[in-house]
Structures are given as C-alpha cells and as structure tokens.
C-alpha cells in the first residue's frame, strides 16, 4: 500500500501447522481427540497478532472444533510463547509452524493438522525501493532462490513454494 516494494514478489518458502504435546504426554491421533479429557489446555497464537494463531484458528474451524474447544483454548503472543506454553506444562497441546516445533527437543510434533483446513503458509521475498545495496539485494533474492539456501531451509522444515 505504500509502494515500498520495488519487483514482483516471490512465494519463496512454504510452512505447515503441526500439533505439539510434551515429550511423554498423550499423543492424540487426530485433532477430534483436542475435546477429550486429556487435553484441558491447547494453546495458540492470539489470531489478532500472529498468522500462526490466524491459520490455527482457520484449521478448527473448517473442521468443527472451535466451539467444541475454545473454552480450553490459551492465546499466546507468537508461536515462541505459544511453544512454551507446553514445555513447560502450562498446556496440554498447541497448534505451531512446523519450523518452530522442529527446532525443540522437548515436545513431540504431530503432523495431524490437514493443510487443506487452512490457507497455505508462504513467506514471500522482494526487492524494495530505495535499497542502499541494490545490487547486492539482487544477489542475496537470487541465493534465497538458489539450490544452497533451498538445502537449508529444507533442513529446518521450510518447503520451497510451489
């Protein structure tokens, strides 16, 4: 809207929402056993701060679980807070982007959220205008496209964008 970004943007990269519980904890099968006992707290990203929380609620919604849950529901600021919730215990389970569960050793990532329950996940890149290092901003968009970056981001659980 302010005409800040000078090229055509690019999906780069693609994420996925995963279910996380603690290590050790009752692992459920599908998201329909979130309205079972063992799950008094399930944590999100707050929708009105986070995309994390905007796709997590999507997800329950578009599968009948919202209103089933939503009393258990804890907000959390980010996907970083929300995680925290369940390390430490403050939550039973919690909808997060797959990079970010990955990346912890204390919980147990459950991929069990259809991606088709919420809109996909892209990270888009650009140039912007008035770039003090135009050609070296030209050069870094072409790396994030290339096939070194794509091996990293791949390591940490990104997809490349269709």
Not at 100 to 115: H, K
Request: without cysteine; glycine residues 4%.
């Amino acid at each position: 809207d302010r005409d800040l970004v000078r090229s055509e943007p690019i999906d780069l990269l693609t994420n996925r929402l995963v279910l996380v519980v603690r290590k050790n904890a009752d692992q459920p099968d599908n998201l329909q056993d979130l309205t079972g006992p063992a799950f008094a707290s399930i944590a999100i990203a707050d929708p009105d701060l986070a995309p994390a929380g905007t796709y997590g609620r999507q997800a329950l919604f578009k599968l009948d679980l919202w209103d089933q849950i939503e009393g258990r529901l804890v907000f959390g600021p980010d996907v970083s807070a929300t995680l925290a919730y369940v390390e430490s215990g403050n939550a039973d389970a919690a909808l997060v982007y797959e990079t970010d569960a990955r990346a912890l050793s204390r919980v147990s990532v459950l991929d069990i959220v259809p991606t088709d329950s919420y809109s996909t996940v892209v990270y888009p890149a650009a140039l912007v205008h008035d770039a003090p290092n135009e050609n070296e901003a030209k050069l870094f968009l072409e790396f994030l496209e290339g096939p070194r970056a794509s091996k990293v981001f791949r390591d940490l659980g990104f997809q490349p964008a269709p």
